[in-house]
């Protein structure tokens, strides 16, 4: 079976691909046109492609670090397992950035740094102040943020967050 795609106008000529694991949809936004696909040997998706996306700050944020959408004022913080909505993250900023500037997310894919050092199929969860850990928080709220494909790279797959 091959794939089959199908092209939609996309008027914000933004970037962005999403994939789903289960039927194998694509879906890849870039340039001026947006591509459905079905991938039904898994091909595509298993490339675990990211999706990474700009968000405002609403404090300083460092690289590698989770946070959490607020809704009331439209910018990103460092996510926490203290409560429900602080552990829900929305994804794991790859740059940095002060309160008012720009930083990417991803929300989903692999995240690879070499200051990583874990071990293939470590856990990876939501610590305190928007820690990266594979040690699970024991009172507030679990936050399990993916897994380790290797001593340096993560796959990033958001849960939700679960009570302790």
Known sequence: MSSTYINIPNPNNSSTV?????????VNMSGDAYSI????????????????????????????????????????????????????????TM???????????????????SSFSLDPAD???LGHNGLITTTAVSEGYLTRLGRAIDSTTILVLIESPVTL
Do not use: C, H, R, W
């Open 123 to 125: 856990l990876i969860f």
């Open 37 to 92: 696909g079905f991938d039904p040997m898994g091909i595509i998706a298993n490339q675990a492609a990211a999706v990474v996306t700009d968000f405002t700050a609403g404090e300083m944020i460092s690289a590698l670090t989770v946070v959490y959408y607020d809704e009331a004022t439209g910018t990103i913080f460092k996510a926490d397992s203290d409560t429900l909505i602080k552990a829900s993250a929305l994804g794991i």
């Open 95 to 113: 740059t940095a950035g002060m309160a008012g500037s720009t930083i990417k997310v991803i929300q989903y894919g692999l995240l690879t740094d």
């Open 18 to 26: 999403i994939t789903s694991d289960s039927p194998n949809i694509i």
